[in-house]
C-alpha cells in the first residue's frame, strides 16, 4: 500500500570523492560530503558521526576562542577517523561497478573489501573518471525502452506519486530550479539526448511541451519539486540549479 512518496539522489563517491569539508564559518556534514557506504546502502550512522565531530571541534574552537577559523580538527577527525575508515576500505566497489558492471564489482569489490580489512588493496585508490552530468550519452547511442504502464498497485504514475510527498510550493514565488541558458534544454538536451530532465525527474517538473505550429517550449513545473537535486547533478549540460526555495517550502515526509 501505497502511503508516502519522496525522492533522493545519493552521493555514492565515497571517500576519494569527499571536497574540502571546512572554510571560516562553514562546516559540510552527512551526505552534503557523500558519507554513503555503497555496499551496506547506509550512510547515517556516518552523518551523526560527522555532526557529533563537528559539534565538538566548534566546542572547542569556541572554548580556545577560535571561533572565526576553519574548524580542521572536524575534516581530520573525519577523514582519519570512524568515518574514513568505514569509507576507505569500500571505495573501489563504486568505481568497478560503474566501469565493470554489478558481477565485477562483488566479485573484485569484495575481494578488495576483503583485502582492506588486512591493511592493503592491490588496486590502489579507484578513480570514478566522470561526473553523473558526463556519463549522459547521445539518445542516437541507445534504442527507446518501452516501459510497461503503471499497474496503480505495484507501480504508479509520477503525478499521482506526487500528490502522496505532500511537497507545497507557494506558486507566487520565483521558480527554486534555475536555468543558466534558456536555450540548452530544446537546442541542445532535446535535440541530442532526448530531453533527459523530463524522463529522470522523480516528479514531472520538467516538460517538453509541443504545440501544432509552434516551437517546443521546455515548462518548469516548479511546484511539484520533491527536493531530489538529480536535474543539479545529472543535467548533461549542467545547466539547471537547485536552489532554497523561499520560505523553506517543499515536500513535507510526516513519517520522517
Known amino acids: 500500500k501505497r502511503v508516502a ?14 571536497p574540502k569539508m571546512v572554510a571560516p564559518g562553514v562546516a ?6 557523500g558519507m554513503v557506504n555503497v555496499p551496506r546502502i547506509k550512510g547515517n ?22 571561533s572565526a577559523d576553519e574548524l580542521t580538527a572536524y575534516e581530520s ?17 563504486k568505481p568497478l561497478w560503474s566501469k565493470y558492471g554489478l558481477v565485477a564489482s562483488l566479485v ?3 575481494f578488495d573489501m576483503w583485502s582492506n580489512t588486512l591493511g592493503f588493496s592491490l588496486l590502489g585508490t579507484l578513480g570514478h573518471g566522470k561526473n553523473d ?10 534504442s527507446p525502452i518501452d516501459y510497461p504502464k503503471p499497474d496503480g498497485k505495484l507501480s504508479f504514475d509520477r503525478l499521482t506519486n506526487v500528490a ?21 534544454p530544446v537546442g541542445v538536451n532535446l535535440a541530442k539526448y532526448a530531453g533527459p530532465s523530463a524522463r529522470y525527474c522523480p516528479a514531472g517538473v520538467y516538460e517538453f511541451v509541443e504545440e501544432e505550429g509552434k516551437d517546443t517550449r521546455f515548462v518548469i513545473n516548479f511546484q511539484n519539486c520533491v527536493h531530489c537535486k538529480t536535474c543539479d547533478i ?17 515536500p513535507n515526509y510526516p513519517n520522517m
Request: charged residues 25%; negative net charge; glycine residues 12%.
Open 5 to 18: 512518496y519522496g525522492a533522493r539522489a545519493i552521493s555514492e563517491g565515497g571517500y576519494q570523492s569527499m
Open 28 to 33: 559540510l556534514l552527512g551526505c552534503s560530503v
Open 45 to 66: 550512522h556516518n552523518a551523526m558521526l560527522s555532526g557529533k565531530a563537528a559539534a565538538e571541534a566548534a566546542f572547542d574552537a569556541i572554548k580556545a576562542g577560535r
Open 77 to 93: 577527525e573525519v577523514r582519519d577517523g570512524a568515518i574514513g575508515t568505514d569509507l576507505k576500505k569500500v571505495r573501489n566497489v
Open 108 to 110: 573484485v569489490g569484495g
Open 133 to 142: 552530468a558526463d556519463a549522459t550519452e547521445a539518445a542516437s547511442d541507445h
Open 164 to 184: 502522496f510527498s505532500f511537497t507545497n510550493h507557494e506558486e507566487s514565488q520565483p521558480a527554486h530550479l534555475r536555468l543558466a541558458d534558456e536555450s540548452v
Open 234 to 250: 545529472k543535467d548533461p549540460a549542467q545547466n539547471i540549479t537547485w536552489t532554497t526555495p523561499q520560505g523553506g517550502d517543499g
